[in-house]
């Protein structure tokens, strides 16, 4: 008969339960697809859903057949009707959007006339809701390659979002043509499924504004007031400089969050200061900030501008409310208050239930002084 030491007996014990903690604990940690890719056993399934596999279901894609036989490029795209809106995906979760690819026409106005939506956790209205241009990474229509930790876009069109996007019950997204022509749609998007999200877990919001011009000595809104914990991702901020006798980035970025009133919380020191620029504006992508576009059109004289800042790795976050103003203030032999012409696509996460997003603005007047040309 063999007599077990009580001590040792409560060291095992204790041993054991260490291991059931440190087990569940392991289990319960966000998955780092990104820099831990040797983790096999993450308890994920990968999924893809386009036209070739409309549900993702396993087993289920490629099955469209074209002149040359089933599975050979039978379904690699369709044609959407001016008004039409067709669905994207409707996936069950939990689960999450890991990245989404989307091409179409490359014509400016086109790019503001076609519209992405998305609704997460069968909540009435959407929480996205953005023209195609503007939600893949660049303002005023105008296709510019290049890269950021958010977008890629290539020079005809190709466009990428790597933000991952969670859901706990569903979610649906789809694509709206309220342009004047019929478009083609090629997309995919890659997703997870079985992943463990938190019921409070932040859903990705996505709004489209454009004030064409701006009201003077009234800031304009990247983030209108959000009654909700969350954290603010960043936005893709287009200018149409009306008065290019002038510079017009000195205004400050503005973010009142928890009880802030007249003054704020974080206060920038000038536009090109807030996207990581200094001493005017310069064509520069950057990871987390830069300018995509810097040009000016000969006929009209104007100066437009696609900048972006992205609070990745230095995140705005709060836990009540938070409004995002940046000021239209230009340089004319010293301060001048302005009027220009400015848009935003801003992402941010909160939870859900949320508030819904603020009308957007109709397609005329998302069009409107577009990039000319192609």
Not at 148 to 169: C, Q, Y
Not at 227 to 241: C, D, E, T
Not at 251 to 280: N, R
Request: charge should be negative; glycine fraction near 8%; aromatic fraction near 10%.
């Amino acid at each position: 008969m063999t007599v077990r030491h009580p001590l040792r007996l409560a060291v095992a014990s204790l041993t054991a339960a260490f291991a059931t903690v440190w087990s569940i604990t392991a289990s319960a940690q966000p998955v780092d697809l990104l820099h831990q890719p040797y983790r096999l056993d993450t308890g994920l399934v990968s999924r893809s859903i386009s036209f070739e596999n409309p549900t993702g279901a396993p087993g289920e894609g490629g099955k469209a057949a074209s002149p040359l036989g089933v599975g050979r490029k039978g379904a690699p795209a369709r044609t959407i009707k001016p008004g039409e809106e067709v669905q994207l995906c409707d996936i069950e979760g939990p689960g999450t959007i890991r990245h989404i690819w989307i091409t179409t026409v490359q014509e400016p106005a086109n790019q503001r006339a076609l519209i992405v939506r998305a609704w997460w956790d069968d909540q009435e209205h959407p929480s996205i809701e953005c023209p195609i241009g503007d939600f893949f990474g660049f303002a005023h229509g105008k296709i510019m390659p290049y890269q950021s930790a958010v977008h890629s876009v290539g020079s005809t069109g190709g466009r990428n979002i790597w933000l991952p996007m969670p859901f706990v019950k569903r979610v649906k997204m789809t694509f709206c043509n309220q342009a004047q022509q019929e478009v083609p749609l090629y997309y995919q998007i890659d997703y997870t499924i079985g992943d463990q999200h938190p019921s409070d877990v932040g859903r990705l919001h996505v709004l489209f504004r454009r004030e064409n011009p701006t009201t003077q000595k009234q800031d304009f809104e990247l983030l209108p007031l959000r009654q909700n914990k969350g954290r603010f991702i960043g936005s893709v901020i287009g200018i149409r400089n009306l008065h290019p006798e002038q510079w017009w980035g000195e205004g400050e970025v503005k973010v009142y969050m928890d009880g802030d009133q007249e003054f704020p919380t974080i206060c920038g020191t000038g536009s090109e200061d807030y996207v990581g620029l200094a001493w005017g504006i310069q064509q520069t992508p950057f990871l987390y900030n830069g300018c995509s576009l810097d040009q000016k059109d000969e006929t009209s004289g104007h100066v437009f501008v696609s900048m972006y800042r992205w609070h990745l790795p230095d995140p705005i976050a709060w836990q009540r409310e938070a409004r995002i103003t940046i000021q239209q203030i230009a340089w004319n032999n010293g301060l001048a208050e302005t009027q220009d012409d400015w848009s935003c696509a801003t992402f941010w996460y909160e939870p859900v239930p949320s508030a819904p997003l603020p009308a957007l603005p109709d397609v005329a007047a998302r069009t409107a002084n577009i990039w000319p040309g192609k």
